[in-house]
């Protein structure tokens, strides 16, 4: 692994080993076996080399949540900059919040990533102590309850976009949960005809089967 | 500490303030910081009498849950029931989702007490790993959304009480994350609201304001 750490530019490279490598450890072991050390051990570094770049365990979460936002937002875009094309503006929005909810099969019909959604959840609940994370996710659940908010004033402009939003986010975030916990109760289609039939009640139609 | 602890029954009081103490040390620390040591400290205890009860810190972790998901149904009951007698079913189903979202005041204008929707964060996040806590978890959450399914049934004779009863749990759940690890964001009156307005899509009816 050091080889590849080497690559590329660096000091960043280690940095993104790092990254990945503590959200396999935060997926597999959880917040409480989350350690410098084992996250050293995952990406093939020093122990060094992780405090060089992340000082706490702290930094080391938020670090994690920002690394699979950054990829949530590069396959939101991509995503939605297609359906957009596709299909319009409304479906682009479903699309964004069936991706938000984790409600996405995969093209096999397996379940995709829930990477993404367990690393959020630990982040979560982390973010009920008060402190850096909390801040951190304060910050960035805001920009996406805006992000909503928008796009709701944009497509459906006779709705009150503030509490729609409040209220959409809600649902996603519950279903993000149950699909990050409770894959049993909340396979992947179950979550998407949800996603729909509440994209319905904002569009005033019926739910799309 | 341990004069309370000999009185009343004995072992179930030592039971009892163990589990208090998991409860406080887990709001305060987090999951990774709950320990035999620490809850046996909080609780004035020894380490021994901590581990007599629970061998194990997933045991604590299912024994916090269990022990807030009883104080929870505790008060549920005595609020549906006087909100049954005074204003009817309807009214008193929506008294147990303001309840479940964590969306209730406290008389003086605070928020209530947050503790048992802190503790049902961390206990959503170990659930993403297979395990005891993951089955307990789902077992957990599979009655409540049977119990809501079962009044929506009762109450909404034409509507789909599956898919509303997964549509209500999932608004819910996001609320209650939201109400625990962004307060600012979402304040007891805000959630209040959504799940008003959430509820009048179920009855068919205006936001009651």
Redesign the interface.
């Known amino acids: 692994m050091d080889t590849v750490a080497m690559t590329g530019s660096g000091r960043n490279s280690v940095r993104e080993l790092v990254m990945d490598a503590v959200v396999q450890v935060l997926?597999?072991?959880?917040?409480?076996g989350?350690s410098v050390r084992r996250v050293a051990a995952e990406a093939g570094v020093s122990i060094g080399a992780v405090q060089y770049h992340f000082a706490t365990?702290d930094a080391l979460l938020v670090a994690a949540a920002n690394h699979v936002t950054a990829q949530f937002k590069s396959r939101a875009e991509e995503l939605t900059h297609r359906v957009l094309a596709e299909e319009g503006a409304a479906a682009a929005f479903l699309a964004f919040c069936q991706l938000l909810a984790n409600a996405i099969e995969a093209p096999d019909g397996e379940a995709g990533d829930?990477n993404a959604t367990?690393v959020w959840?630990?982040f979560?609940?982390?973010?009920?102590?008060c402190g850096a994370v909390?801040d951190a996710?304060?910050a960035g659940?805001?920009l996406t309850?805006n992000y909503l908010r928008g796009l709701i004033a944009d497509l459906f402009p006779q709705l009150d976009a503030a509490?729609e939003a409040?209220?959409l986010?809600?649902?996603?975030?519950?279903?993000a949960?149950?699909r990050?916990?409770?894959p049993?109760?909340?396979p992947p289609h179950?979550a998407a005809?949800?996603v729909r039939?509440?994209f319905a009640?904002l569009s005033g139609g019926d739910p799309a089967s």
């Open positions: 997926v597999r072991d959880g917040l409480d989350l365990k829930t367990i959840l630990w979560a609940a982390k973010a009920t102590q909390a996710f304060a659940w805001s309850e509490e409040g209220h986010l809600a649902v996603l975030d519950g279903l949960v149950a990050a916990s409770e049993d109760r909340m179950r005809t949800i039939r509440h009640h």
